[in-house]
């Protein structure tokens, strides 16, 4: 199984982006899905995440600005950033948990990241 982070790039403060992940292997299926932040000297943390119903959960930080969404038949979960900071800026993981074939457990799989710049 692999994840496939795109949509990185420069953008001015206040400018917007859409992160996508597409997931790809021998999957049954994806359950939950999330996305994640590193800034420059921080540890990763959790943006946002959402279920394979669509139920979803935001970091104060994301709340308003942020939206994630998911396509299951494409095994692809999204990030809608808007009103872009330059805080904002580092790179975004994509995480998943995805239960494939022959297994009765879901093992996490991470993407390779995208690198966000928000210049101010």
């Known amino acids: 199984v692999q994840l496939q982070a795109s949509g990185g790039g420069l953008v001015q403060a206040g400018g917007s982006l859409r992160l996508s992940c597409a997931a790809s292997?021998?999957?049954?299926?994806?359950?939950?899905m999330r996305w994640y932040h590193e800034a420059p000297g921080t540890q990763r943390a959790l943006v946002a995440r959402i279920t394979a119903n669509g139920d979803l959960q935001y970091t104060e930080t994301a709340k308003g600005r942020f939206t994630i969404s998911r396509d299951n038949a494409k095994n692809t979960v999204y990030l809608q950033l808007n009103s872009l900071k330059p805080e904002d800026t580092g790179v975004y993981y994509c995480?998943?948990?995805?239960?494939?074939?022959?297994?009765?457990?879901?093992?996490?799989?991470w993407g390779q990241g995208t690198l966000v710049t928000v210049s101010s």
């Open positions: 995480n998943a948990d995805v239960r494939r074939a022959d297994y009765t457990f879901d093992q996490e799989y």
């Open positions: 292997g021998d999957i049954v299926t994806i359950n939950e």
